[in-house]
């Protein structure tokens, strides 16, 4: 009997022909836990792969559109791979040191740990509701003790190995977040956290060398198989150049300064020369009489940052410091010149000015009547720099030679003369580790009453964060007003010691979180080397792009560093790596200060979760992104209310389908199929809608289709997959099941054989749908390999189908 209540939504239905969500997803969800579906045993696994999706910082900010784009369609690959017969691992954890978790401390006045705490936990419930196939049991929490253990035990064995040193240098300070910052996370000179400009200021850092990794950082891209403008990203951020050194000895006393250019063929060119008005040479060469205007102008240099100094379009500013260098082949004298375009930390801290071949040693030139030579032909210097490579001309003995043979000739003569040498050049700087903030990783060193570092012994780690720090920033580092902290290092080590009070950068955190997952909180190893050899690399990553050149440089660098100590087997932590584009609202970008961005608790539990993330996947291809639309989400509720009515109301275990339903279903299994691989997820949804079209049109339809129909749904609404496959009769869950596959010669319903000609003559034939157009036939027989050889470079004059025979071509 059917009952008279109705659902506002769909008011010519009854109630029992309604999908119900909330009711039926919350059912798998139970289901899937209880049976421990998704728990994966890392050692008795078979066939593994290992699906992780870039982890998320716990700020106090719920769960919205963007994470969900992220992790939903993700699911439905690891699902995928799962139903292809991979024992898959797809972890979930939280990268909950750092700033956002602090600031929203420092914004409530809760103590991070207690507010972190409560973030994970509704977090936890938010990614819950999604039904992704996280293996929970294997979760972890940066800011946790047993985490972060292995963060401090990671930076013993760097130190151990040499890669951690503290050194005094100009860095960056973000004056809002009162922290230095690595030059990964300046952006455009703003901070990367706040968007506030970045000062430079003169400080005592921990440093990781990941300048020793250069090479192999840049060598190992080729083999990755990553997007190739993350990879270019990469390589511009290594930034490897090939060329010398070139020493200038100074005029009167014997100080020499050293220069890097990958010019060296134009040694010739050089007028004068300029030093960073911070070198230290400067001081000992400048004579009394400039001494006045040297300092002067250096005082006015303390007042830019360095993007003010770079900006190529600024007038340039500099003074001559009275002093010369000279020339090392013509011993000519060369002026010595400080400018602020000359930064002390990049290269050597000076520069040989060629401005007939750099645009800003050019514009100097003219600022400063400079002289300016030509010394490579190609261009006209009268005008502008020309930085082109051509013939080597007043040049001596390199006149008349190309620019490639000009820099070998001329490195040999330097090398000969032992007035320089080769060298390779690479603009990535060492990683800025220590950081003046309160909630991160405690350093684990300590000083003796010298003051001289003493790494902590691994006896003593977890190094524990203190309760009792003021955790808002003051400039200085917090865990300075530790008592408990100072109390414990005089205890440990003796009278007079202390503690490093920075804390670590987080991106050390998230450098080797994909090996903790694998270590299930074990005490013994950073990671079980048999597990890691068995897991790693990870087989599928996805995240943000915004993370090229820090996150995941940082984690190639550890990885290749743990490899280089012996922890580990692999070098490269992620063979295959997928952004997803950005989701927009009406066509702009979601921020909170514009308050357009999309929750999605209203509509995941309006619609279910399957219906949100279908939508999601249905916008565009996921590395593009989409636009959120309110509306657009009704079109999927309506498939799914669609696909609930005809599937298990038309099953019918004794009927055969015809060639049509037959040709629909493997069609649709080859769309999504394919779509799936390639992260297209939306050819995918469209390929069902279309097969769902065809069942539509019959009355009943086999078992076996309405089954497959359900399995193919179980990587993409992983609910309604599991109620309809059990509706139909399916034994255990859809997860359990074999992926579908299709068999081309059931594609096409009916074909007919179409003989292609050019100019009269047969080239070929092709085998299309009885159903096809006459646009898709000729499209079809253009592409035919042998037609193609005809057709390229012709211009088509005629195209003529004659139905159900052939095409033919004038050209
Ligand atoms: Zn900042």
Same mark, same amino acid.
């Given at each position: 009997?059917?009952?008279?209540v109705?659902?506002?939504?769909?008011?010519?239905?009854?109630?029992?022909?309604?999908?119900?969500?909330?009711?039926?997803e919350?059912?798998?969800?139970k289901?899937?836990?209880?049976?421990?579906?998704?728990?994966?045993?890392?050692?008795?696994?078979?066939?593994?792969?290992?699906?992780?999706?870039?982890?998320?910082?716990?700020?106090?900010?719920?769960?919205?559109?963007?994470?969900?784009?992220?992790?939903?369609?993700?699911?439905t690959?690891a699902?995928?791979?799962?139903?292809k017969?991979?024992?898959?691992?797809?972890?979930?954890?939280?990268?909950a040191?750092g700033?956002?978790?602090?600031?929203?401390?420092?914004?409530?006045?809760?103590?991070?740990?207690?507010s972190?705490d409560?973030?994970?936990?509704?977090?936890?419930?938010?990614?819950?509701?999604?039904?992704?196939?996280?293996?929970?049991?294997?979760?972890?929490?940066?800011?946790?003790?047993?985490?972060?253990?292995?963060?401090?035990?990671?930076?013993?064995?760097?130190?151990?190995?040499?890669?951690?040193?503290?050194?005094?240098?100009?860095?960056?300070?973000?004056?809002s977040?009162?922290?230095?910052?690595?030059?990964?996370?300046?952006?455009?000179?703003m901070?990367?956290?706040?968007?506030?400009?970045?000062?430079?200021?003169?400080?005592?850092?921990?440093?990781?060398?990941?300048?020793?990794?250069a090479?192999?950082?840049?060598?190992?891209?080729?083999?990755?198989?990553?997007?190739?403008?993350?990879?270019?990203?990469?390589?511009?951020?290594?930034?490897?150049?090939?060329?010398?050194?070139?020493h200038?000895?100074?005029?009167?006393?014997?100080?020499?300064?050293?220069?890097?250019? !990958?010019?060296?063929?134009?040694?010739?060119?050089?007028?004068y020369?300029?030093?960073?008005?911070?070198?230290?040479?400067?001081?000992?060469? !400048?004579?009394?009489?400039?001494?006045?205007?040297?300092?002067?102008?250096?005082?006015?240099?303390?007042?830019?940052?360095?993007?003010?100094?770079?900006?190529?379009?600024?007038?340039?500013?500099?003074?001559?410091t009275?002093?010369?260098?000279?020339?090392?082949? !013509?011993?000519?004298?060369?002026?010595?010149?400080?400018?602020?375009?000359?930064?002390?930390?990049?290269?050597?801290?000076?520069?040989?000015?060629v401005p007939?071949?750099?645009?800003r040693?050019f514009?100097?030139?003219?600022?400063?009547?400079?002289?300016?030579?030509?010394?490579?032909?190609?261009?006209?210097?009268?005008?502008?720099?020309?930085?082109?490579?051509?013939?080597?001309?007043?040049?001596?003995f390199?006149d008349?030679?190309?620019?490639?043979?000009?820099k070998?000739?001329?490195?040999?003569?330097?090398?000969?003369?032992?007035?320089?040498?080769?060298?390779?050049?690479?603009?990535?700087?060492?990683?800025?580790?220590?950081?003046?903030?309160?909630?991160?990783a405690?350093?684990?060193?300590?000083?003796?009453?010298?003051g001289?570092?003493?790494?902590?012994?691994?006896?003593?780690?977890?190094?524990?964060?203190?309760t009792?720090?003021?955790?808002k920033?003051?400039g200085?580092?917090?865990?300075?007003?530790s008592?408990?902290?100072?109390?414990?290092?005089?205890?440990?080590?003796?009278?007079?010691?202390r503690?490093?009070?920075? !804390?670590?950068?987080?991106?050390?955190?998230?450098?080797?979180?994909?090996?903790?997952?694998?270590?299930?909180?074990?005490?013994?190893?950073?990671?079980?080397?048999?597990?890691?050899?068995?897991?790693?690399?990870?087989?599928?990553?996805?995240?943000?792009?915004?993370?090229?050149?820090?996150?995941?440089?940082?984690?190639?660098?550890?990885?290749?560093?743990?490899?280089?100590?012996?922890?580990?087997?692999e070098?490269?932590?992620?063979k295959?790596?997928?952004?997803?584009?950005?989701?927009?609202?009406?066509?702009?970008?979601?921020?909170?200060?514009?308050?357009?961005?999309?929750?999605?608790?209203?509509?995941?539990?309006?619609?279910?979760?399957?219906?949100?993330?279908?939508?999601?996947?249905?916008?565009?291809?996921?590395?593009d992104?989409?636009?959120?639309?309110d509306?657009?989400?009704k079109?999927?509720?309506?498939?799914?209310?669609?696909?609930?009515?005809?599937?298990?109301?038309?099953?019918?275990?004794?009927?055969?389908?015809?060639?049509?339903?037959?040709?629909?279903?493997?069609?649709?299994?080859?769309?999504?199929?394919?779509?799936?691989?390639?992260?297209?997820?939306?050819?995918?949804?469209?390929?069902?809608?279309?097969?769902?079209?065809?069942?539509e049109?019959?009355?009943?339809?086999?078992?076996?289709?309405?089954?497959?129909?359900?399995?193919?749904?179980?990587?993409?609404?992983?609910?309604?997959?599991?109620?309809?496959?059990?509706?139909?009769?399916?034994?255990?869950?859809?997860?359990e099941?074999?992926w579908?596959?299709?068999d081309?010669?059931l594609?096409?319903?009916?074909?007919?054989?179409?003989?292609?000609?050019?100019?009269?003559?047969?080239?070929?034939?092709?085998?299309?749908?009885?159903?096809a157009?006459?646009?898709?036939?000729?499209?079809?027989?253009?592409?035919?390999?042998?037609?193609?050889?005809?057709?390229?470079?012709?211009?088509?004059?005629?195209?003529?189908?004659?139905h159900?025979?052939?095409?033919?071509?004038?050209?």
């Open positions: 009997m059917l009952t008279t109705r659902d506002i939504r769909y008011p010519w239905m009854h109630m029992e022909q309604l999908y119900d969500p909330s009711a039926v919350l059912k798998w969800q289901a899937w836990a209880k049976a421990k579906l998704f728990e994966v045993d890392f050692k008795k696994a078979k066939n593994p792969f290992y699906s992780l999706v870039m982890f998320p910082y716990p700020s106090g900010d719920k769960l919205h559109v963007g994470h969900w784009y992220q992790y939903g369609p993700c699911d690959y699902r995928y791979i799962r139903m017969g991979h024992d898959v691992f797809s972890p979930m954890g939280f990268d040191f700033l956002p978790a602090e600031n929203f401390a420092i914004k409530t006045g809760t103590p991070p740990a207690e972190t409560k973030n994970v936990k509704t977090m936890i419930k938010q990614l819950s509701r999604i039904g992704t196939m996280y293996d929970w049991k294997k979760t972890l929490n940066t800011s946790e003790p047993d985490y972060y253990r292995w963060t401090q035990w990671l930076f013993l064995q760097m130190h151990k190995n040499e890669l951690a040193y503290k050194k005094e240098a100009n860095v960056n300070w973000c004056p977040c009162q922290t230095v910052l690595a030059n990964e996370q300046v952006k455009d000179g901070c990367e956290r706040c968007g506030t400009e970045v000062i430079q200021k003169a400080l005592t850092q921990w440093f990781w060398k990941i300048t020793q990794y090479e192999r950082l840049l060598d190992n891209l080729d083999d990755l198989d990553w997007p190739e403008k993350t990879k270019l990203m990469q390589r511009n951020w290594i930034g490897r150049s090939e060329g010398a050194e070139i200038f000895a100074i005029d009167a006393g014997k100080e020499q300064m050293t220069v890097f250019t !990958t010019r060296p063929d134009t040694l010739f060119g050089v007028t020369v300029v030093l960073a008005p911070e070198h230290p040479l400067v001081q000992k060469i !400048t004579p009394k009489s400039h001494l006045g205007a040297v300092d002067a102008y250096k005082e006015e240099v303390k007042k830019k940052t360095e993007m003010q100094r770079t900006d190529l379009s600024k007038t340039k500013t500099g003074v001559a009275g002093a010369y260098a000279l020339h090392p082949v !013509t011993k000519e004298k060369l002026p010595i010149w400080i400018a602020d375009y000359v930064l002390m930390h990049y290269g050597t801290g000076c520069v040989m000015a007939g071949h750099d645009e040693d514009a100097f030139a003219k600022t400063f009547d400079l002289p300016v030579v030509e010394v490579v032909s190609g261009g006209d210097v009268d005008e502008a720099a020309f930085g082109g490579k051509g013939t080597a001309v007043n040049s001596q390199l008349g030679l190309p620019t490639q043979e000009a070998k000739k001329m490195i040999a003569w330097l090398e000969d003369a032992d007035k320089g040498r080769e060298v390779i050049n690479y603009r990535l700087r060492d990683w800025l580790v220590s950081r003046q903030r309160y909630w991160g405690p350093i684990p060193i300590v000083y003796d009453p010298d001289k570092a003493h790494p902590i012994p691994e006896k003593h780690l977890p190094w524990l964060l203190p009792d720090a003021e955790f920033p003051t200085k580092s917090p865990l300075t007003y008592k408990e902290f100072i109390a414990r290092t005089e205890e440990l080590f003796g009278k007079g010691w503690p490093e009070f920075d !804390t670590m950068d987080t991106f050390v955190c998230s450098s080797f979180y994909y090996l903790r997952y694998l270590a299930e909180g074990g005490k013994k190893h950073l990671v079980d080397p048999h597990v890691e050899k068995t897991w790693m690399p990870v087989d599928m990553y996805v995240g943000g792009p915004e993370h090229a050149t820090m996150h995941l440089i940082y984690a190639r660098f550890v990885m290749m560093s743990l490899k280089n100590f012996g922890f580990v087997s070098e490269e932590p992620f295959k790596l997928v952004h997803q584009g950005l989701i927009t609202n009406k066509g702009a970008k979601m921020s909170k200060s514009k308050g357009n961005v999309v929750s999605p608790d209203a509509f995941v539990e309006r619609h279910g979760s399957d219906v949100f993330r279908m939508y999601l996947m249905f916008m565009g291809p996921f590395t992104g989409g636009d959120w639309s509306t657009g989400i079109g999927i509720d309506r498939f799914v209310q669609r696909l609930w009515r005809t599937l298990p109301s038309k099953a019918d275990a004794k009927h055969k389908d015809d060639k049509v339903v037959l040709a629909a279903l493997h069609k649709a299994i080859k769309a999504v199929t394919e779509g799936v691989e390639k992260f297209h997820f939306n050819t995918a949804i469209s390929g069902m809608m279309e097969l769902l079209n065809e069942l049109k019959h009355d009943a339809i086999s078992a076996t289709t309405a089954s497959t129909f359900a399995l193919l749904l179980g990587p993409i609404a992983p609910h309604l997959s599991d109620e309809l496959w059990s509706t139909l009769g399916g034994k255990g869950f859809v997860m099941q074999k579908p596959s299709y081309p010669a594609l096409v319903s009916d074909t007919l054989t179409i003989a292609v000609q050019i100019n009269g003559k047969v080239r070929g034939d092709v085998q299309v749908s009885a159903s157009s006459k646009e898709e036939i000729i499209e079809a027989a253009k592409g035919n390999e042998n037609v193609k050889k005809y057709l390229e470079g012709a211009v088509i004059k005629k195209e003529i189908y004659v159900g025979k052939l095409v033919s071509f004038v050209i």
